[in-house]
């Protein structure tokens, strides 16, 4: 096994109504006297109503322009040089959570993440994932240290696109496939591989049982039980699989699949995490796992998450395209490598129409 890097938390986490109240605070006991606050349109205007006015701290904004990109990072890193900023505030999804920790990083300042939807886990992990200003992935970078304040108001998420709870849903369910067939078959495993693997076994359970029912909440407006441990599954317990597991618990296939889709521009519509589900299926059909296949589908079906190729606006029937997807999706820096059979592009291609059979009398 190989050594483990572990960055299993945040410095500092809150999650109720009203959290963001204790930012100033927060702040001026890390000596924080200027920060640099990263936001998009929509997700400032999210969080506006919510957020505190500060006395003590300065704070200068700056929009981002789309994509968390190795451009965007240094146009930003720019506004920070020369300047008496303390830290970066990150406000938003993931790609502006991402975006503000790279920026932190490359700038040597604190990160503090606010989180205005539910889609992904980046409010909680030490990485930033980076694609082109096109918007096709590229590379992944963990950095050195952990996020030092993450604080969730949870009625921002409450009031977000549903679709991206629902996109968070299917990204943190992977957490599961992935960790496990990761670990499953290791033997003595570190007591922080086991913390992720637990940890990616709780995101299973609580999703397939919950997140209907925080579905519903949302479309009601209305907090719960369910909608508040959905939430802070995909960004906690979602975070700590790779926070406590390293590569044990970041990535396997799913997301290779995930990164392999993004050469399609068909593809460009769908949330990240709706990728990503696909790429579960693809992978169990990767690991002959058809059974745990069939036993997905009622709950893809009532998340509406995609199953097969039409749903995510691809042509079984365009092999150039498929092909160009597999070939992506096998590229020799992808996280599908660390599986212990080395999977080609023909595997890759062969299961996505291997799963086109499965299912279509199941859909």
Not at 258 to 263: E, Q, W
Request: charged share 20%.
């Amino acid at each position: 096994m190989t050594k483990l890097e572990v960055r299993g938390a945040p410095s500092y986490y809150a999650c109720h109504e009203g959290s963001l109240n204790d930012l100033e605070n927060l702040l001026l006991l890390n000596s924080i006297n200027h920060c640099l606050v990263i936001h998009g349109e929509q997700s400032w205007k999210a969080a506006a109503p919510y957020f505190p006015n500060m006395s003590h701290v300065k704070l200068t904004f700056v929009s981002y322009q789309g994509e968390c990109s190795l451009i965007e990072v240094q146009r930003i890193s720019t506004i920070v040089s020369g300047t008496n900023i303390d830290a970066i505030i990150g406000i938003g999804g993931g790609k502006v959570l991402d975006l503000a920790k790279a920026v932190a990083n490359e700038t040597n300042k604190e990160a503090i993440l606010i989180p205005t939807l539910a889609s992904t886990c980046a409010a909680w992990t030490p990485l930033s994932v980076f694609y082109t200003e096109e918007g096709e992935f590229t590379h992944y970078t963990i950095f050195p240290k952990s996020t030092l304040i993450v604080l969730i108001e949870p009625r921002i998420i409450l009031h977000s696109p549903i679709k991206y709870v629902r996109a968070g849903i299917a990204d943190t369910l992977a957490k599961w496939y992935e960790a496990d067939v990761l670990v499953r078959d290791l033997q003595d495993l570190p007591l922080p591989v086991k913390i992720a693997h637990q940890s990616a076994r709780l995101c299973q359970i609580v999703l397939l049982e919950h997140s209907q029912t925080a579905l519903n909440a949302m479309e009601a407006k209305t907090s719960s039980p369910a909608f508040l441990q959905v939430i802070e599954t995909i960004i906690v317990a979602g975070g700590m699989v790779g926070g406590f597991g390293d590569r044990y618990g970041r990535i396997a296939a799913a997301h290779s699949v995930h990164n392999g889709l993004t050469v399609a521009h068909e593809t460009h519509h769908l949330l990240h995490g709706e990728k990503v589900a696909y790429g579960i299926l693809v992978q169990l059909v990767l690991e002959e796992n058809l059974e745990e296949v069939a036993s997905l589908l009622p709950f893809y079906r009532a998340l509406e998450l995609p199953i097969q190729l039409r749903d995510l606006e691809l042509n079984r029937d365009n092999l150039e395209k498929l092909k160009a997807i597999a070939e992506r999706t096998v590229a020799s820096s992808e996280s599908i490598h660390y599986l212990e059979k080395d999977f080609t592009s023909d595997d890759i291609l062969t299961a996505i129409l291997s799963l086109e059979t499965f299912v279509d009398p199941l859909v």
